[in-house]
T-cell receptor
């Protein structure tokens, strides 16, 4: 089954404790991205990657890191989480940056206390 | 910059009612327009799209027409069901200064009562 998976689905952590949210797709997509969803703000892109070893900042990259060492995986790293990073996070992928249908993972609900 | 404006929700309707969710946009160039749907506890999925003016996208009984003259892409359905309860996002892409990034509206929550 074609899908984007994220783990964990739910995470509660404390300020400053490094965490990683994993994302994996099995569709051989080149393009992957991370979004955060906050009430009234819709989706905002954090980082994106057009291919292996190619990543770039989205609209709200501060406080986040990513890496793309393999085509299928695109982990999101919060080196020192803060409460303002409490949000719902989505990973998405598509065949290319210009392939507008993006396939989304189920989301990760992160709470930073 | 490019932007998408959706009507605020929640929108609450009775089953079999007619649905309209308004979406207007601001963009340079000739964007493609999309509606995505997010069911409770799930990620977003593409509902329909239109790539040029006067195109009509349709899927699962939903329709939206790309209106360049009014810069709008309103979502409509003739008879909604309880299973249509979800959050609906309007988005655009392809405008010259958005660099193919999807630009999202804030989302409209739809609640259908039996």
């Amino acid at each position: 089954e074609a899908q984007v998976t994220q783990n964990p689905r739910y995470l509660i952590t404390v300020t400053g404790k490094k965490l990683t949210v994993t994302c994996s797709q099995n569709m051989n997509h080149e393009y992957m991205s991370w979004y955060r969803q906050d009430p009234g703000l819709g989706l905002r892109q954090i980082y994106y990657s057009m291919n292996v070893e190619v990543t770039d900042k989205g609209d709200v990259p501060e406080g986040y890191k990513v890496s793309r060492k393999e085509k299928r995986n695109f982990p999101l790293i919060l080196e020192s989480p803060s409460p303002n990073q409490t949000s719902l996070y989505f990973c998405a992928s598509s065949f290319s940056q210009t392939s507008y249908e993006q396939y989304f993972g189920p989301g990760t609900r992160l709470t930073v206390t | 910059g490019d932007s998408v404006t959706q009507m605020e929700g929640p929108v609450t309707l009775s089953e079999e009612a007619f649905l309209t969710i308004n979406c207007t946009y601001t963009a340079t160039g000739y964007p493609s327009l999309f509606w995505y749907v997010q069911y409770p506890g799930e990620g977003l999925q593409l509902l329909l799209k239109a790539t040029k003016a006067d195109d009509k996208g349709s899927n699962k009984g939903f329709e939206a027409t790309y209106r360049k003259e009014t810069t709008s892409f309103h979502l409509e359905k003739g008879s909604v069901q309880v299973s249509d309860s979800a959050v609906y996002f309007c988005a655009l892409s392809g405008a010259t200064d958005s660099n193919y990034q999807l630009i999202w509206g804030a989302g409209t929550k739809l609640i259908i009562k039996p």
